[in-house]
């Protein structure tokens, strides 16, 4: 017997009501997301010539969309701590002051996924597992000889991450070390 529903589809959530809208619809190319208590940051491509810009709306909704920075190259991660909104780009990574303002390096090499944890910056690239000070100065290799380290998070006493393997053989794993 085929059942059908008596709800028509719509674009409504299905628990909560409806969804607040925080930036207007118009934004082009929204990709990586964070927040803290106040906003909800993001990247985004600016036009067709592959500048990026970080963004913030208020979580509230209903307020003004602000550009923090622009002129950025293709940005693979954002975070965000209570001073400064973090991005790797061209695996660098830059700080930007919440108030906005240029993007300042912190350290190069670092690979495309990080994590912040109190003074910490943790990050996977590829071959190894690194940890850098949010200040900047001298990275700290933790784990080598990974194939595809990506993906990382951190709890009170551990890093975890993703290391997919090789292309061509399923030796991927999940792998985790004490901070």
């Not at 529903?5 to 997301?33: K, N």
């Not at 240029?102 to 940890?131: H, I, M, Q, R, W």
């Not at 000070?133 to 993703?162: C, E, F, H, M």
């Not at 090789?166 to 792998?175: E, T």
């Amino acid at each position: 017997m085929r059942r059908i529903s008596s709800c028509p589809r719509s674009r409504r959530s299905i628990v909560g009501g409806d969804p607040i809208l925080l930036a207007p619809e118009t934004t082009r190319g929204p990709e990586h997301i964070a927040l803290d208590g106040s906003y909800l940051y993001w990247s985004q491509q600016d036009g067709e010539f592959g500048n990026y810009s970080v963004q913030r709306a208020p979580l509230a909704g209903g307020g003004e969309v602000q550009t923090l920075a622009m002129d950025l190259r293709p940005i693979q991660d954002l975070e965000v701590d209570d001073t400064n909104v973090y991005i790797t780009a061209d695996l660098k990574l830059l700080k930007i002051p919440l108030a906005g303002g240029d993007a300042t390096p912190v350290a190069s090499k670092l690979g495309p996924s990080f994590v912040l944890d109190g003074d910490n910056v943790y990050a996977a690239n590829e071959t190894t597992v690194v940890k850098v000070p949010k200040s900047g100065g001298s990275i700290t290799t933790l784990a080598t000889g990974q194939i595809r380290a990506t993906s990382i998070t951190v709890d009170a006493t551990n890093i975890y991450w993703l290391d997919q393997g090789s292309l061509s053989d399923p030796d991927g794993a999940m792998r985790k070390l004490t901070k």
